[in-house]
């Protein structure tokens, strides 16, 4: 019984310390996150495929966030630094991944979404993120969506 009480008290002490010294776990998740879902499977075998459908037919290429943020080479470095500047962390899913999240999985895809305090809200989905000519347009978008995420949006039921 001693021996219980002592490991308790080296816990307690213990997390005290990290909390002091900054050294506690950093994994919290954040209270907000912005999650972007692309309409396309991960995998390098996917990534291949879509790297090809990009360049052969990209006007039949059905991720439009994917061809309006991304090059041949990599994610635009203008759509980098914009997610940089934000102060809201940001995930990206494929549509394959969303097994865990039942919010997202009826969304139409590719869409984005902010997650406030375990509330899922839409930003953008489907149809107007396809009708998006460009990365300015969609930063523009953005901008206006998350200064106006208090009014305005309804969060997303699970199914």
Known sequence: MKTIKIIGVAMALLTGLLAVTGLQSKTKAPTEQLIFIYNADSGIFNAVSDYVHKIVS???YPCSLCGITYSNLGMKTAWADYLKSLAIPSLFLHMDQLGNQPKLQNLSLPAVVL?????????????????????????????????????????????
């Open 58 to 60: 990209p006007a039949t």
């Open 115 to 159: 997650q406030q305090s375990g509330i899922t809200y839409v930003l953008i989905e489907g149809p107007e993120m396809d009708s998006v000519a460009n990365l300015d347009e969609l930063i523009d978008l953005m901008d206006s969506r998350i200064k106006n995420k208090r009014r305005n949006l309804t969060p997303v039921e699970s199914s």
